[in-house]
């Protein structure tokens, strides 16, 4: 049965009233292939933009088993709506953990693979997929394909960062990471400028995991201030005696919901100012070193759940594009500057330096290089500075992420190749709109 | 332990929820839809470690299963059809048996059945969800209605005939809930549960050894108000 309702992804833009499905049986989902002119899946709703947005979604939430899980190799088959967090509770007493996550965990496996999302580890392990060895994935005809490694290989590596444009992912298979405790090494590095964190992201290259904060709203020489953390998860000896009590311990905070839609006002610059401020003033020393759990490491804003009404209702993008390693310092310079210039401080500012790509994962988004994920409120002034920051990504040759997009230039979104009609989004709408 | 109505999402959330409090030799899920079952059993399997068994039952035909031969002391169900409920229902024979059946009168042959054998067994509880539709008759759903209001009060006559042999009975009252039995319909958010919370409230009954709970607690008052409109005007509204 389907019900009408408005949906939206984790910015709240754009809305669209849509017909929702839940997934039943293939019995069902055969029919809705016939019924609807366009069909997609739909997960969590965490991306950012317009991606799982479609007339007729199928959501797969219902899709939430488990499977099989053999805990000596650490392989784990489940259908494809299940939770990363679902995952971890299941996992982490057993002394295993995603092998790859992102910065939240309330996504679904078939989100995690139709947007091949990366992690912190990118530049040592690459994507999602490096650790999934089989789909079930059921195409436009309605019929359910197996696809790996070895077999339907072509329609696998289609489906792998396709964004829902192949079909719907029912069931996947993929290796887990083995860990010995919950907890995470972590040390904590001031950077004053663009060439400090640079440097620190090159000399940290042998880390498991490392991303970095900065403040954008940083003006000439202290563009690019910013703090880098960089992780290991943690050896026995490393752990106090209260945490090797419980080694695997799982989440130590509890959700606090955010009740309502804050006023825009809020977030206006000022409180930009303060909050940037604040975490770079936090820590005084250069390097701090702590043994943390990995739900803050992780997951910093999953214990506020709902974070995204801070934006108020008209929503929030979230900018995020790649460039490659070489121009790295010139692009990140014009576009801090951009930003700084625009007044449109970001609540939120991640920078990364990927690993290389996998070339037979040609639609996933990372390529080697840094990619900077912004926020910003929806505003009058966004139209301005997409355009401004869409150009100086095209011209050092960058590209934007699909599963956070919403207003960008279609040239820097058509990476993903993906041969199908009975598959579409807003999104791919779009973009295939301006790119005949 | 016994699950009737393992295809209910209320079903589900509290089979994992007593799965994650205590342990059980063997779950059985009977259900009317067995096939529907296979991930389910997978789920449990994976995330438990138990002994998961689908038995195929239907509530509209014949009760052929021997309880003897199954071990368990917690029976569960969540068994129930809401049926059409727009206004030509009493024209609908053939809905209107389903309804009587699933939420009565095939519901009772299925308890009895049971409860017959834990008296053998000396011991167990049943926990059986009716729903607040039985307190009142409205036009809207009253055959649905009618046949909670029945099922009710078996189970209050099943819990005295039982009290004295180690046995307890719960009856669950729900309000509303977001289900696939009412997905769709435009239910109101703060009177609205979901099948975990639901299950978290049964489970706590369960723990207390209540008699009867609503879910949520609110409906107990909203009953009361119900029940306590004279006659003279409840038949005038449209509820
Ligand atoms: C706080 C936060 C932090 C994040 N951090 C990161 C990060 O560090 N790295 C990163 O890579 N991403 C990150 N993301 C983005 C998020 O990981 C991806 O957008 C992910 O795809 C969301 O999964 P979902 O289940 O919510 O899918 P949805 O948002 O529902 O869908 C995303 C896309 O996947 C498709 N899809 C979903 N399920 C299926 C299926 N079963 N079959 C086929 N297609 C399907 C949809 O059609 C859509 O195109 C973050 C998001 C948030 C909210
Ligand atoms: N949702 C609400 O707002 C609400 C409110 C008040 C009371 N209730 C009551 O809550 C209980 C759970 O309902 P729900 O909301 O979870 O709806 P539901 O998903 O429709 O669950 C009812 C279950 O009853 C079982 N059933 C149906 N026909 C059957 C048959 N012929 N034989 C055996 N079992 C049969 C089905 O399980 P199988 O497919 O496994 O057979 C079905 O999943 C029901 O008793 C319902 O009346 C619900």
């Known amino acids: ?436 | 332990m016994i699950i009737l109505g393992a295809n209910s999402e209320i079903a589900r959330e509290f089979t994992e929820l007593m799965l994650q409090k205590q342990s059980f030799v063997t779950v059985y899920l009977l259900s009317s839809n067995a096939e529907q079952l296979v991930t389910f059993k997978k789920h449990l399997e994976v995330k438990y470690k138990t002994e998961v068994k689908i038995i195929p039952f239907d509530l509209m035909g014949q009760i052929k299963l021997d309880f003897s031969a199954m071990e368990y002391n917690l029976v569960f169900s969540a068994a129930g059809y809401l049926g059409d409920t727009e206004a030509g229902v009493i024209a609908k024979t053939e809905d209107m048996s389903r309804i009587m059946a699933i939420n009565y009168s095939g519901l009772v042959h299925f308890l009895n059945a049971v409860a017959n054998d834990l008296l053998e067994k000396e011991n167990g509880t049943i926990i059986c969800i009716s729903s607040v539709a039985g307190e009142r008759g409205r036009q809207s759903n009253f055959i649905y209605g009618s046949a909670k209001a029945g099922i009710t009060a078996y189970l209050s006559g099943l819990r005295n005939f039982l009290y004295k042999k180690n046995i307890h009975v719960m009856t669950v009252k729900p309000g509303f809930m977001d289900t696939k039995m009412t997905r769709g319909m435009d239910l109101p958010g703060p009177l609205t549960i979901n099948p975990k919370k639901a299950a978290h409230l049964i489970y706590s009954g369960y723990k207390k050894k209540k008699n009867t709970i609503y879910i949520s607690g609110i409906w107990r008052l909203i009953m009361f108000v119900i029940r306590n409109i004279p006659e003279i005007i409840f038949k005038k509204l449209s509820l």
């Open chain 1, 1 to 436: 049965m389907k019900i009408e309702k408005t949906i939206s992804n984790w910015g709240n833009f754009p809305k669209l009233k849509a017909s929702e499905y839940l997934f039943e049986n293939l019995h069902k989902t055969q029919g809705i292939l016939e019924a609807e002119e366009s069909v997609l899946a739909r997960g969590n709703g965490r991306c950012y933009g317009d991606a799982a947005l479609n007339n007729a979604v199928v959501s797969t939430l219902s899709l939430k088993h488990f499977l099989s899980f053999d805990e000596t190799e650490g392989t784990l088959t489940c259908e494809a709506g299940v939770l990363f967090s679902d995952i971890l509770n299941l996992v982490v007493p057993k002394g295993f953990f995603l092998p790859v996550t992102p910065g939240t965990k309330f996504i679904t496996v078939g989100g995690a693979i139709a947007a091949d999302v990366h992690g912190k580890n990118h530049h040592k392990d690459g994507c999602f997929s490096e650790f999934v060895t089989q789909l079930k994935l059921v195409i436009d005809t309605g019929e359910t394909i197996i696809c790996s490694r070895t077999e339907n290989t072509t329609l696998f590596w289609e489906t792998i960062g396709g964004m829902g444009l192949t079909g719907i992912i029912v069931e996947a298979t993929f290796q887990l990471k083995r860990i010995a405790n919950s907890y995470i090494y972590v040390e904590s590095i001031k950077a004053k400028n663009l060439t400090e964190i640079m440097a620190l992201f090159e000399a940290s290259e042998d880390w498991t995991y490392t991303v970095a904060w900065i403040d954008c709203l940083q003006k000439g020489k202290h563009i690019g201030r910013s703090i880098l953390m960089r992780g290991e998860h943690a050896r026995p000896e490393q752990l106090s005696n209260k945490q090797q009590k419980e080694p695997f311990k799982l989440s130590p905070t509890k959700a606090i919901k955010i009740p309502f839609n804050f006023p825009r006002f809020v977030l206006n610059t000022l409180s930009v100012k303060a909050f940037n401020w604040l975490y770079y003033n936090k820590q005084t020393p250069k390097t701090i070193k702590k043994v943390t759990h990995f739900e803050p490491f992780f997951y910093p804003l999953d214990s506020l759940l709902e974070w995204n009404r801070i934006y108020g209702k008209s929503g929030f993008i979230q900018y995020q594009f790649v460039i490659p390693k070489g121009v790295g310092k010139e692009a990140l310079q014009d576009i801090l500057q951009t930003i700084a210039k625009s007044n449109q401080g970001s609540f939120l500012a991640v920078l990364k330096l990927f690993g290389k790509n996998n070339p037979k994962a040609y639609n996933s988004f990372p390529i080697e290089g840094y990619t900077l994920a912004l926020d910003f409120k929806v505003n009058k002034k966004l139209y301005k500075l997409v355009p401004e920051l869409d150009a100086i990504v095209l011209k050092y040759k960058g590209r934007i992420y699909r599963a956070k997009d919403s207003l960008s230039n279609a040239r820097l979104l058509d990476y993903v190749k993906v041969h199908n009609t009975k598959f579409n989004s807003v999104q791919n709408r779009r973009i295939n709109k301006a790119t005949p």
